[in-house]
């Protein structure tokens, strides 16, 4: 019979080598104190929680499931827990071609995601309507809603991908908690139909 072994002498992990620690925000420190603004301390915590909604329809979104697996880890961004729900998601990530009968569905998908919501447009069909130039394929979905990142390629590999979600993150971190009530983000929603 083959023997059973079992690992009971594991290397002990270095936590160390493994935990990856935040940035610390601008601020000032002192002996057992440490100030800094509202604005940084929320964009650090929403920066690392983003939960996308991955809304795919082709092809890119092959490469997104690549990014999510373990090689790539879309976890170590915080980001592992992807949302079907567009209520309780925060990075809508359109990956693949969008036919223009699609167009309203993603659209009632964007409207219903609460505030803050980011978007990304992954690959050429997302952001351009890449090699489709044709009359049943939207040219770009920042046709009908704002999109704050393009990724580049056909297909990006998982790599272009993760460095759309770093500049997302980028964003995230700098943007003003306030910025969601300001004249110029209504106005760009209005610009898209969108109360
Ligand atoms: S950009 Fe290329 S890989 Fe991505 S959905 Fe379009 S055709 Fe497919």
Redesign the pocket.
């Known amino acids: 019979m083959r023997p059973v072994k079992y690992n009971i002498h594991p290397k002990e992990a270095k936590l160390a080598d493994s935990l990856i620690v935040s940035e610390m925000p601008d601020g000032y420190t002192g002996e057992g104190f440490f100030a800094t603004k509202l604005s940084d301390v929320v964009g650090l915590a929403r920066k690392n929680s983003i939960w996308p909604m991955p809304f795919a ?5 092959i ?1 997104f499931m690549a990014t999510m697996a373990s090689h790539y880890d879309l976890a170590r961004f915080g980001s592992e827990r992807v949302g079907f729900s567009p209520r309780q998601c925060d990075l809508l990530m359109v ?3 969008i036919a223009k009968k699609m167009g309203p569905v993603l659209r009632q998908v964007y409207i219903q995601m609460a505030e803050p919501r980011w978007v990304m447009a ?5 952001s351009t309507g ?3 130039d044709t009359y049943s394929v939207l040219q770009g979905i920042d046709q009908i809603i704002p999109v704050d990142v393009y990724v580049p ?4 590999r998982p790599e272009a991908i993760l460095d759309g979600v770093m500049r997302i993150q980028d964003i995230v971190q700098n943007e003003s908690i306030r910025r969601r009530n300001t004249d110029h983000y209504k106005a760009l929603l209005n610009s898209y139909g969108i109360e």
Request: overall charge negative; proline content about 5%; hydrophobic content about 35%.
């Open positions: 329809t082709s092809c890119c979104g490469e990956m693949g071609t992954v690959g050429a069909c997302a890449g090699i489709f390629g056909c297909a990006p």
